[in-house]
């Protein structure tokens, strides 16, 4: 019923930017919280960062706040993490996370994207 899509992830070297999106379709009637996580190899997957419908921001990961921005355009459904000064521990599988109400359904649902790896050289 919904669908989240991420793009972005890639293979870049230490200091440089990456932009993840996430776009969510289907039957959706209201997104609620949106956010991103990482799995590293070997790793439990980890909050990275959140934003909610109004655009309020968390960063639970203390190493990206500073140069992780995560943002959204509710007009789009998408969810944006721009990363900037990448290191190698920042290597992992991006996924995105979305609180969705579908049509007909009176509760948020949480909802996964694929994810997208990114690899820092360095």
């Known amino acids: 019923q919904v669908q989240l899509v991420e793009s972005g992830g890639g293979l870049v070297q230490a200091g440089e930017s990456l932009r993840l999106s996430c776009a969510a379709s289907?039957?959706?009637?209201?997104?609620?919280?949106m956010a991103w996580y990482r799995q590293a190899p070997g790793k439990q997957r980890e909050l990275v960062a959140s934003?909610?419908?109004?655009?309020?921001?968390?960063y639970v990961d203390s190493s990206a706040q500073g140069r992780f921005t995560i943002s959204r355009d509710n007009t789009k459904r998408t969810v944006y993490l721009q990363m900037n000064s990448l290191k190698p521990e920042d290597t992992a599988v991006y996924y995105c996370?979305?609180?969705?109400?579908?049509?007909?359904?009176?509760?948020?649902?949480?909802?996964w994207g694929q994810g997208t790896q990114v690899t820092v050289s360095s």
């Open positions: 996370n979305a609180d969705v109400q579908t049509f007909g359904d009176a509760i948020f649902r949480a909802y």
């Open positions: 289907g039957r959706i009637f209201r997104i609620g919280n």
């Open positions: 934003c909610t419908t109004g655009g309020r921001t968390e």
